[in-house]
């Protein structure tokens, strides 16, 4: 067997417990149910120790790279092209009414204002 | 005539269409018995368009019976991985929450087939969103490996290497984030070319981890690697990143490929190539021997920082992959739940429904990566180690034209073998991440067999924009071998 599928079997502390998953899922918006949350925390923590390896690296010299190749900003004249058509646009929208998404309410009803 | 047809490459079906010696037609309807042949067994389409295909063909067979001039690819059928938007059917990602998509637009890349006259036959299998490495996270449907249908295909491009591999279409086009082109090319012995970042315009791709994502081929051989690139390669001013051909000219891939690269250079990396099976490590001794043979000159290099891309990948992926995949928020397009008791639940409840295991995991790590107090250590450490990556290749390439590698430490290995262990499919990757963090073009030829009678990839890698040596590099080798020729038994046609 490859010395890269060493690495999984290690047992680790979990690095993310229930109450972080718990956190994480609700700043990428999921609803994760009680055994995916269990799950993930047993595997995003077996990951994340794997990730450790990196810090076996001396990095304070290097530069973050974002990006591979050289980019330049590219600039264009500002005129008026032509757009998705509304349509088409509007075509996949699970709910829309007229030219517009439809998504339930947002604020609580509030007759006293 | 059928399998004499399914035999023949794209450039000499191409040749033989425009000779009036094939139709088009036939071609189409060749590749449609094939599909409905096989494609119960292999699961490689989500989608297929026959009606429309057999339109196109004709058409082209029109135009050729006129002398009307056509394109590069007339007549030739073509697969296309189901998450580049076409505007007729659907474009799924092998997810629920897009099942049902309807895109606006095509993709640059459909629209260069369409006006190279390439006959598009269907839309394949992949893993969700590209998120795999064996086709087996597909939400859609299971595709298996036309050599052994009890193993998988590899990912996250499965369905466009098996359909290539069994002749259920002539190439593909797949995107490659991590290996999603090589490494299924590797397991289904086909040849498979992820281009340097920026050359192929990515307009029309849905995004995953977009510093990393590429689009490229899916070939019998190395020939049509070219002759797809001639058609998909060009700058595209609605893809930022796409590279404008005055920083790197695009050159006729074809044109010189059968030219030998003199007095080349090969880089190998010996203690990395040492975590491959033996069968693999075998496969890459008597590849680098038949170079050795062509006047070739190997040279070992060290390239430390290799062993750290998994790990530095899988955290960059992840963030830009939860960054993209924002998008889906059940309002403007994609699933949206029945009940929402309030809006944070439109968003939270169809992501939940919508989303398969795989990319709910890979969104959790990515939005932890990039969370408050988790940045430096894991996100920008990761971008760190890339440039670190990166200086390792710039160092090779001052000593070599090209390091060689194998495409994946094993053959195609058992569906479920992996599905339950993220970390264990995670690093099959090894070999294949680190072209996509330092943005280089890289293919995947068919070397040998292990004794399983499984393919085996060789991995060839290149400096940016190197795209027309790299493949005259690896037509060196294919004109001296067969590996390329064999085809899987259940494909019916082979040699």
């Not at chain 2, 700058?235 to 000219?249: F, L, Q, V």
């Not at chain 2, 390239?303 to 990948?313: N, S, T």
């Not at chain 2, 991995?459 to 294919?478: N, W, Y």
Request: glycine share 6%; net charge negative.
């Amino acid at each position: 067997m490859s010395r890269f599928f060493v690495f999984g079997r290690l047992q680790m502390a979990k690095k993310i417990d229930e109450t972080q998953v718990r956190h994480v899922a609700k700043l990428a918006r999921l609803d994760l149910t009680d055994d995916e949350v269990a799950r993930f925390s047993t595997q995003l923590s077996a990951i994340l120790g794997y990730v450790e390896k990196l810090n076996e690296l001396d990095t304070d010299s290097a530069e973050p790279l974002a990006h591979c190749l050289p980019m330049h900003n590219v600039f264009r004249e500002d005129v008026v092209t032509e757009s998705l058509d509304t349509e088409l646009a509007l075509r996949n929208a699970p709910q829309h009414f007229e030219t517009f998404f439809k998504v339930p309410k947002i604020l609580e009803d509030d007759s006293g204002a | 005539m059928a399998d004499a047809i399914l035999n023949l490459t794209c450039k000499q079906l191409r040749d033989q269409i425009a000779a009036g010696d094939v139709k088009s037609l036939a071609a189409v309807e060749a590749v449609f018995a094939q599909i409905e042949a096989l494609d119960d067994k292999v699961g490689a389409y989500i989608s297929t368009f026959k009606d429309r295909a057999l339109e196109a063909a004709q058409t082209i067979d029109r135009k050729i019976a006129t002398g009307e001039s056509t394109g590069p690819l007339a007549g030739v059928p073509v697969a296309i991985k189901d998450n580049m938007c076409t505007d007729f059917g659907t474009t799924t990602c092998a997810s629920k929450i897009l099942e049902n998509f309807l895109a606006p637009y095509n993709a640059h890349v459909v629209e260069k087939l369409r006006d190279a006259d390439a006959v598009i036959v269907g839309k394949t299998n992949l893993d969700e969103f590209a998120m795999g490495s064996s086709t087996e996270n597909s939400a859609l449907k299971q595709t298996v490996n036309p050599w052994d249908k009890t193993r998988v295909p590899g990912g996250s491009s499965g369905g466009s290497a098996a359909a290539t591999a069994a002749r259920m279409c002539f190439a593909a086009l797949g995107s490659d984030t991590g290996g999603s082109i090589r490494q299924p090319a590797g397991f289904c012995g086909v040849v498979g070319l992820k281009p340097t970042y920026g050359r192929v315009s990515r307009f029309g791709l849905v995004a995953y981890g977009s510093s990393l994502d590429q689009i490229g081929t899916l070939t019998g051989d190395v020939a049509d690697a070219a002759l797809m690139m001639n058609v998909i390669a060009s700058h595209d001013k609605r893809d930022s990143t796409s590279i404008s051909e005055n920083t790197a000219p695009i050159c006729d891939y074809l044109e010189k490929i059968d030219e030998d690269v003199k007095g080349l250079k090969i880089a190998v990396v010996p203690e990395f190539n040492a975590g491959a099976d033996r069968n693999v490590q075998n496969a890459l001794k008597s590849a680098l021997d038949i170079y050795k043979a062509l006047g070739a000159q190997i040279i070992e290099v060290k390239m430390p920082h290799l062993d750290y891309a998994i790990a530095a990948y899988y955290i960059i992926a992840t963030a830009e992959a939860s960054s993209n995949l924002a998008r889906y928020d059940g309002v403007h397009y994609g699933h949206r739940t029945e009940k929402p008791a309030d809006y944070v639940e439109v968003y939270s409840k169809s992501r939940a429904e919508g989303f398969g295991t795989e990319v709910k995991r890979r969104i959790m790590l990515g939005t932890y990566a990039l969370s408050s107090g988790y940045y430096d250590a894991y996100y920008l450490k990761a971008l760190k180690v890339r440039n670190l990556i990166r200086t390792d290749f710039t160092k090779a390439f001052e000593k070599a034209d090209c390091i060689m590698m194998p495409t994946s430490p094993t053959t195609a290995f058992k569906i479920g073998e992996k599905i339950e262990d993220p970390l264990q499919m995670y690093l099959a990757d090894i070999y294949t991440i680190s072209a996509n963090l330092a943005g280089l073009p890289a293919i995947s030829i068919p070397c040998g067999f292990d004794a399983d009678s499984l393919p085996i990839g060789l991995q060839i890698l290149s400096p940016a924009f190197t795209e027309d040596k790299l493949l005259r590099i690896a037509r060196m080798f294919e004109s001296k071998t067969d590996y390329h020729t064999r085809k899987p038994k259940l494909a019916g046609c082979e040699k």
